[in-house]
């Protein structure tokens, strides 16, 4: 089997995976970002605008591979 250019697109592009970040202040507050699909779970630290300071945002879930 030959690799085609839409094959080797296809493998190069299931590298990264769409999550939500949560805001661990508790507010509701969610953005969506990409990531590595084999680097761990992310911990960024973002503006939160509900309670106008700098949080801590956890990764809740997987959204789909992209």
Do not use: W
Not at 11 to 37: E, W
Not at 43 to 56: A, G, S, T
């Amino acid at each position: 089997m030959f690799l085609t250019t839409v094959n080797c697109d296809y493998f190069f592009s299931i590298r990264t995976v769409l999550v939500q970040m949560m805001s661990a202040a508790g507010t509701g507050y969610f953005f969506n970002t990409k990531r590595n699909r084999l680097r761990d779970k992310l911990v960024l630290r973002k503006h939160d605008p509900f309670v106008n300071k700098h949080v801590l945002f956890f990764e809740k879930r997987k959204i789909k591979s992209i």
